[in-house]
């Protein structure tokens, strides 16, 4: 069955960076587009990055980019995301997701992994 | 950006009974519309996309309905494990855009 594992995330000060990972099994994670959607304490869902399935597009949302990079590494079936520059208003839950067609639709999510920015 | 309105924020149900919940766009989306579920603690899971098809495994008593700017999540018969809160999202337009979220819960 389709899994996803986020892990890297932590507490860090305002400025500092942290990359976070995301172990995908369970389907040829090669062959699909890929994304990272946060959620505030207590909000609703943003949608922050996407990757093709080569790693040859990337797009982001107005509110990181410039900061945060996603990238992946298919010979190791692991999608990252590289966030610099952190803000308190980075402070989220964050997930990947993985999407059917690369059509920005999400069919299976990892379990999150918690971001805190404060100082 | 495209504007997602969930209505209502909360809507108390009895187990048993039905629950229909709303999404309006603020521009037309075509059908490209897509329901979630997330119980609190838990990672979101998609229920239905292209506005009206189940995804793997959900069971019949969800379906969706509409199009254009109006769609409609509907569960017929209320089971304990559907207490949840259910997001919209978009996905005709870039940026993909979530709803706020309609809070389901027990009456």
């Known amino acids: 069955q389709v899994q996803l594992v986020e892990s890297g995330g932590g507490v860090v000060q305002p400025g500092r960076s942290l990359r976070l990972s995301c172990a995908a099994s369970?389907?040829?994670?090669?062959?699909?587009?890929m994304h990272w959607v946060r959620q505030a304490p207590g909000k609703g869902l943003e949608w922050v990055a996407v990757?093709?399935?080569?790693?040859?597009?990337?797009f982001y949302a107005d509110s990181v980019k410039g900061r945060f990079t996603i990238s992946r590494d298919n010979s190791k079936n692991t999608l990252y995301l590289q966030m610099n520059s952190l803000r308190a208003e980075d402070t989220a839950v964050y997930y990947c997701?993985?999407?059917?067609?690369?059509?920005?639709?999400?069919?299976?999510w990892g379990q999150g992994t918690l971001v805190t920015v404060s100082s | 950006e495209i504007v997602m309105t969930q209505s209502p924020a909360t809507l108390s149900v009895f187990p048993g009974e039905r629950a229909t919940l709303s999404c309006r766009a603020s521009?037309?989306?075509?059908?490209?519309l897509a329901w979630y579920q997330q119980i609190p603690g838990q990672a979101p899971r998609l229920l239905i996309y292209?506005?009206?098809t189940r995804a793997t495994g959900i069971p019949a008593r969800f379906s969706g309905s509409g199009s254009g700017p109006e769609f409609t999540l509907t569960i017929s018969s209320l089971q304990s494990e559907d207490f949840a809160v259910y997001y919209c999202?978009?996905?005709?337009?870039?940026?993909?855009?979530f709803g706020q979220g309609t809070k389901l819960e027990i009456k």
């Open positions: 997701a993985k999407d059917p067609l690369l059509r920005y639709l999400f069919d299976y």
């Open positions: 369970g389907f040829s994670f090669s062959n699909y587009g």
């Open positions: 990757i093709s399935f080569d790693g040859n597009n990337k």
């Open positions: 521009q037309s989306v075509s059908s490209t």
């Open positions: 292209d506005a009206s």
């Open positions: 999202q978009q996905y005709n337009d870039w940026p993909p855009i």
